[in-house]
């Protein structure tokens, strides 16, 4: 079946307009991961959703980030007012094993730069 | 806190073998994952450990240690194609937690 998608694939975007990113996990998937990877830097977790809810929002760097998930499928990462900082790659990844594995598949990613 | 270590980079010949080290320290640990990353590409997943001891899956294999938070991806028969990232995962909770990762380690193949 198909894969965790993200759009846009490429977005560059000016300092201090807002960006939305989006994600479509895998179908029946009840897990919804998004990270985010730096030059050289490890993945960096932001949010996970649970269905609709986010029980950890731990890793968003600041007030500007929020993310939603509606029908526990499709998921928006909003920021607010970009930053340089803020040019990264965001990736999502949905998880649901019956399993103990409980493995995360990765989309392709968002490559954020913001000029 | 979160700590998870492995070595930047490491370069090793094709048709040989090469070890990738990870240690952790994690308020939790419910499990060890190993991912591959090929450049601009997304992450896919390798192995998974919860117990200790080695998990072998073809020309890969996974080995942990609880106790000393330690463990290692080997990878044998080295191919030009395994020219990639390798990122080590800590779960610390249960369940569909998040994975707290390393920076991963470039692996390149030479001739």
């Known amino acids: 079946g198909a894969g965790v998608s993200q759009s846009p694939s490429n977005k560059v975007t000016e300092k201090g307009k807002d960006v939305e990113l989006r994600c479509d996990p895998i179908s029946g998937h009840t897990a919804l991961y998004w990270y985010r990877q730096s030059l050289g830097q490890g993945l960096e977790f932001l949010i996970y959703?649970?269905?609709?809810?986010?029980?950890?929002k731990s890793g968003l760097p600041s007030d500007r980030f929020s993310a939603e998930r509606t029908g526990g499928s499709v998921s928006t990462l909003t920021i607010q007012r970009t930053q340089q900082e803020d040019s990264a790659v965001y990736l999502c990844?949905?998880?649901?094993?019956?399993?103990?594995?409980?493995?995360?598949?990765f989309g392709p990613g968002t490559r954020l730069t913001v000029t | 806190g979160q700590n998870i270590d492995q070595p930047t980079e490491m370069t090793a010949t094709e048709g040989a073998i090469v070890q990738i080290n990870c240690t952790y320290q994690?308020?939790?640990?419910?499990?060890l994952f190993w991912y591959q990353q090929h450049a601009g590409e997304a992450p896919t997943f390798l192995s998974y450990n919860v117990l200790d001891g080695l998990e072998e899956k073809g020309r890969f294999s996974s080995f942990l240690s609880r106790s000393k938070g330690y463990s290692y991806l080997l990878l044998k028969e080295l191919q030009m194609k395994d020219s990639a990232s390798y990122l080590c995962?800590?779960?610390?909770?249960?369940?569909?937690?998040?994975?707290?990762f390393g920076k991963g380690t470039r692996l390149s193949v030479i001739a």
């Open positions: 959703f649970q269905g609709n809810s986010a029980p950890d």
């Open positions: 994690t308020s939790g640990f419910n499990g």
């Open positions: 990844a949905s998880s649901f094993a019956p399993g103990q594995t409980y493995e995360q598949y």
């Open positions: 995962a800590v779960r610390g909770g249960s369940g569909n937690t998040p994975l707290v």
